[in-house]
């Protein structure tokens, strides 16, 4: 079997284009999901480029399961519970008011779109990805609650948006609607996704527990996201909140099943697959719009542009009241705290991403009676056209509304990491006066111990000091220079080995990684 020239030069175009803008979107400090889209979108409208047909069933079964696994694995359950109130209310909410508002709008000002059809349309624009504006939103210090509301709202609501996406979308395919039906099915989804994600933890968890190899464990990891997805999707409940209750069920216990080298390689494999995957899903949704004009001949551009500049602005606006009507008018009713700052913030960070992408893909071409699934290509159009809107006009926004808020870091992050070190340090202290009268602790070697804790601790506590003087942390930056330096001249050595055919690449390698995590140890 042959490759085609002109299919191989395209493929390897695509990937120079691909990692092009991968390796540029930190310099231009643009969130690379918001660069990928708008390259997908020049490059699929270049002559000559060949049409990208994206399979539903790569989305939703190859990529969507791994990345909602990985998001909730990460998730702090504790910020989870102390934001509990505002992520409910988005997540469930204001999904179900997206969907109505969206349904109602666009059935009143599109031609020839059914109830049914549009509020097809309205569940599949309702849930958020918050990719692009959480790492806008870390890397400008935003206060950690407001990101945990919007990241926990996206792992919430994706399970929300697809259970009324799969009512309204039975509806247009039988023609019948029942409340009764959409009730149960919605409790059943919920909890049954619920109820399979606890339990897909539970073992994965007996089984981690008893295993001391590094790479199966790993493996065992990635693969978690799929044993949940696919057997609560087979057995019709929510196979979203089953995978992310799975993430952070196994995201709590994980200090029990693991040691420092999973946590270490799996940390690092985690970031690659997430990366890697948002990359290619991302680049798929800009190369996928021009497809999808294209099956619209029927309506000219300035149509498609009123259709689309409409159901955008009712998704934002609709985002807009509810947060502020819902979440923040009862802060000030009740005379507590709110400037209006965060509520702003949360608005404009609801973007639209992967979750929307693969249910209007997902959309049956067909109904029971035959005909033709109503309004199929003009829905796929506009919830392309959501994303579009939503990701790159939002997100590349975001930074310029942040700094106009003032939204800076409130040090919670700092303070608790000092909080953390200073315990660890005081407990490695309590310790060694336990063990420093045992046979096998030299004196020297517990002094040196005790001098570098007590060190340690004082550098720290000196952080909730207003009146310090930095004297300390000035000794612990100059300690930490020296020793890179030092670093720097043993990884020399090794290298002049490893030319010269003294050691082994694998010994160079085994060394080299000791040497890296001493000096990684050093950024704190």
Do not use: C
Not at 102 to 126: E, K, M, R, T
Not at 157 to 171: H, I, K, P, Q, W
Request: proline share 4%; no cysteine; net charge neutral.
């Amino acid at each position: 079997m042959h490759l085609d020239v002109q299919d191989g030069v395209v493929a390897l175009g695509l990937l120079l284009a691909v990692a092009t803008m991968l390796a540029i979107a930190p310099t231009l400090r643009i969130p690379y999901p918001i660069l990928l889209v708008l390259g997908g979108l020049v490059i699929g409208l270049i002559p000559g480029i060949p049409e990208f047909e994206l399979d539903p069933r790569l989305v939703f079964f190859g990529v969507l399961p791994p990345l909602l696994y990985g998001a909730a694995f990460f998730t702090s359950l504790r910020d989870l519970r102390a934001t509990v109130r505002p992520v409910g209310l988005l997540a469930v909410g204001l999904v179900a008011f997206t969907t109505v508002g969206v349904a109602v709008v666009a059935h009143a000002f599109i031609d020839n779109l059914s109830w049914a059809s549009a509020f097809v349309l309205g569940a599949i624009v309702s849930p958020t990805d918050p990719l692009a504006a959480t790492s806008i939103a870390r890397r400008l210090g935003v206060p950690r609650k407001l990101v945990t509301i919007v990241e926990g709202e996206s792992l919430v609501n994706d399970g929300t948006g697809l259970v009324l996406y799969r009512v309204a979308v039975a509806a247009v395919v039988t023609g019948s609607f029942s409340a009764f039906y959409t009730g149960g099915l919605f409790v059943v989804s919920v909890g049954g996704g619920v109820a399979v994600g606890l339990a897909v933890g539970w073992l994965v968890r007996q089984v981690r527990r008893r295993l001391e190899n590094p790479p199966a464990e790993i493996t065992i990891s990635l693969l978690t996201g799929y044993v949940a997805f696919i057997p609560a999707e087979l057995m019709g409940v929510s196979a979203v909140l089953a995978t992310v209750t799975a993430g952070i069920y196994l995201g709590w216990h994980t200090p029990e099943l693991t040691n420092a080298q999973v946590r270490l390689q799996g940390l690092a494999v985690w970031e690659i697959v997430q990366y890697l995957l948002n990359a290619l899903l991302f680049v798929l949704v800009g190369l996928q719009l021009p497809v999808v004009a294209d099956t619209l001949g029927s309506f000219t551009s300035a149509t498609l542009l009123w259709y689309a500049t409409l159901v955008s602005a009712t998704v934002i606006v609709l985002r807009f009241a509810w947060v502020f009507a819902v979440l923040d008018a009862p802060k000030r009713i009740a005379r507590r705290v709110s400037s209006g700052r965060g509520a702003v913030f949360v608005s404009w960070s609801g973007m639209r991403g992967a979750v929307s992408l693969a249910a209007a893909l997902a959309l049956p071409l067909e109904t029971d009676s035959g005909g033709p699934f109503p309004g199929r290509e003009l829905i796929l159009f506009l919830t392309f056209s959501v994303i579009l809107a939503t990701l790159v006009g939002m997100g590349l926004t975001l930074p310029l509304v942040i700094r106009w808020l003032g939204l800076e870091d409130d040090g919670v992050e700092a303070r608790e990491d000092a909080k953390a070190r200073i315990r660890a340090a005081e407990s490695a202290l309590a310790r060694l006066e336990e063990l420093v009268d045992e046979d096998w602790v030299r004196d020297d070697t517990a002094e040196r111990m005790r001098g570098l804790y007590t060190f340690r601790t004082n550098r720290f506590r000196s952080r909730f000091d207003d009146g310090d003087d930095g004297a300390i942390e000035s000794r612990s930056q100059d300690f930490q220079r020296l020793r890179r330096e030092l670093l720097e001249a043993e990884r020399r050595a090794l290298v002049d080995l490893r030319r010269s055919g003294v050691i082994s690449n694998d010994v160079w390698l085994r060394v080299a990684r000791d040497l890296d995590l001493e000096e990684l140890r050093l950024d704190v």
